[in-house]
């Protein structure tokens, strides 16, 4: 079962809009989450995280919002850029194994038109 | 300083052959794992390290072997390549300390098995 669910496949933005991207989770246990960013051909780089006592955090254009009670985070960017054309992936640490095992969502490619 | 270093960087099998892909991080990590990328399916945890001489098994160690003699070199063995192993694997590394402190990906091993 997939504990960590990214639904939007894609998600196409014009330059200078915002984009939001979602992420549902269903284990409680899950206590910090973490966005990865991909671009093809290399390796994820971390973006932001928010911890579960918090229910924001904000980075320059980027902010996580964390809805514990409907287990949902989103992460926002604002004003979107063509740089940030790339696959983004949602993350969950869960407090047993304080994470050693982080669970990644299935990414949701966002483009950003010029 | 060259971070997460995977090799190679693309590799054909034929079923039931061994390879070992190499990951080798020059940060001093104690926390060192393997993930595969699948489309549709996120990134996988398939084993990971705490340490020099701890290993433990993520969400789909079947197949894959591996072993932490070093600091920094965390090799993943694939004793009999099989079809359902063709995929993208990342090695990740980050200092110890818990959920808060980013991976760092290498830029990947795209693998096919005929």
């Known amino acids: 079962d997939q504990q960590v669910k990214q639904n939007s496949p894609s998600l196409s933005v014009q330059e200078g809009r915002i984009s939001i991207l979602n992420c549902d989770y269903t284990?409680?246990?899950?206590?910090?989450f973490l966005w990865y960013k991909k671009y093809p051909a290399e390796g994820p780089t971390f973006l932001i995280s928010?911890?579960?006592?918090?229910d924001k955090n904000e980075d320059g254009r980027f902010t996580v919002f964390l809805n514990k009670s409907a287990k949902h985070l989103s992460l926002h960017i604002v004003p979107s850029q063509p740089g940030d054309s790339a696959v983004y992936f949602c993350?969950?640490?869960?407090?047993?194994?304080?994470?050693?095992?982080?669970?990644f969502g299935e990414g949701t490619q966002l483009t950003v038109n010029p | 300083n060259a971070g997460v270093t995977q090799t190679p960087k693309f590799q054909v099998l034929k079923t039931g052959q061994s390879m070992t892909l190499q990951c080798a991080q020059d940060?001093?990590?104690?926390?060192m794992s393997w993930y595969r990328q699948d489309p549709g399916m996120g990134l996988r945890l398939i084993h990971y390290?705490?340490?020099?001489?701890?290993?433990d098994q993520g969400e789909v160690p079947n197949g894959y072997n591996v072993s932490r003699s070093t600091t920094e070199d965390f090799p993943l063995r694939l004793l009999s390549a099989a079809p359902s192993q063709t995929s993208v694997y990342f090695c990740?590394?980050?200092?110890?300390?818990?959920?808060?402190?980013?991976?760092?990906f290498g830029s990947g091993t795209q693998l096919s098995v005929l």
């Open positions: 284990n409680s246990m899950f206590d910090y």
């Open positions: 993350a969950a640490s869960d407090q047993e194994t304080s994470g050693s095992r982080l669970t």
């Open positions: 390290s705490v340490g020099a001489g701890i290993t």
């Open positions: 940060m001093n990590h104690e926390y």
């Open positions: 990740a590394s980050r200092a110890s300390g818990g959920p808060n402190e980013k991976l760092f």
């Open positions: 928010i911890s579960s006592i918090k």
